[in-house]
């Protein structure tokens, strides 16, 4: 009897998690079919129910809210950064993991403990070197921003690249292939959980951003904007009674692209992480 209450009592809690985490969500949702523009605080639910906030956002775009050019810019943004921090985050987590060379451990280390200072704390410096490099409001300089660092990220693929069994390097190596080749033919093609977690993880910082892309985006065209910002703006108070509803649809949309993403991707995601965790 007693086992069955403590069952009881730690389904009713994860029930009660599972309502406060997706209140939001669901209040986000139902808003976002309001044919009401402003913050509806009376009602969970619209009194009536439309999708031109929807037909708004995508054919009837205003110097408030531009959400096509926000959608492709942070797309542009996302897309560039996804390849360039992929690349450069298998690249150091092969290096580090299949090649042996003097100061490895050394560099491994350094990397390790920079990882551990927020990114926050470089905000200002980076702000000021891109200014005077002039990519201040530029896409360009946001994917380098972005980018830059990403080759730290490397340690959980280089745990799964470690679980890789070096004889098949060793064969390789022994046929004549380079390093490269190893490296192309026969450690990616094993890798592809991996390497979907990494592709996963290097859109998403990006995608989801606004504290660096408000920071280097300064311009006052709405047409310059990635999503993040567009939709803060329309949370502004000459704004929100007008365009909360179309803050809420935006929200959806930009959710849309990242829920696809993990549902066709969930199984590699979770062996890559569970992989990368193996070995360090």
């Not at 069952?7 to 139902?30: A, D, G, N, Y």
């Not at 972005?146 to 490397?154: E, Q, T, V």
């Not at 060793?170 to 080749?181: D, F, N």
Request: aromatic share 16%; hydrophobic share 55%; proline share 4%.
């Amino acid at each position: 009897m007693k086992k069955m209450i403590n069952i009881i009592w730690r389904h009713l809690l994860l029930i009660f998690l599972v309502i406060i985490w997706l209140f939001p969500i669901v209040w986000l949702v139902v808003t976002s079919f309001s044919s009401y523009k402003g913050v509806n605080t009376f009602n969970f639910f619209p009194e009536e129910w439309s999708i031109d906030n929807y037909v708004q956002l995508f054919t009837r775009p205003d110097t408030a809210a531009n959400f096509p050019a926000w959608f492709k810019n942070s797309m542009i943004v996302g897309v560039c950064c996804c390849i360039i921090s992929t690349t450069f985050v298998v690249m150091v987590a092969y290096a580090m993991s299949c090649m042996r060379f003097k100061s490895r451990k050394g560099i491994m280390s350094f990397a390790i403990i920079a990882g551990m200072f927020p990114g926050v704390l470089s905000m200002i410096a980076v702000y000021f070197v891109m200014k005077q490099f002039g990519l201040i409001d530029s896409l360009f300089g946001l994917v380098i921003v972005y980018s830059a660092s990403s080759g730290l990220g490397y340690l959980i693929c280089k745990g799964f690249f470690d679980t890789i069994p070096a004889s098949l390097r060793e064969a390789a190596k022994i046929e004549g292939a380079s390093q490269l080749t190893t490296f192309v033919k026969v450690v990616l093609p094993l890798s592809r959980p991996i390497l979907v977690y990494t592709v996963i993880n290097s859109f998403l910082s990006p995608w989801m951003d606004f504290v660096m892309a408000r920071l280097m985006i300064r311009s006052k065209d709405a047409n310059d904007w990635t999503v993040a910002i567009g939709l803060y703006n329309l949370l502004d108070r000459n704004l929100i009674n007008d365009y909360f509803s179309v803050f809420c649809a935006g929200g959806v949309i930009v959710a849309i692209p990242i829920s696809i993403l993990f549902v066709i991707m969930q199984k590699f995601y979770v062996e890559g992480v569970t992989g990368g965790a193996v070995k360090g």
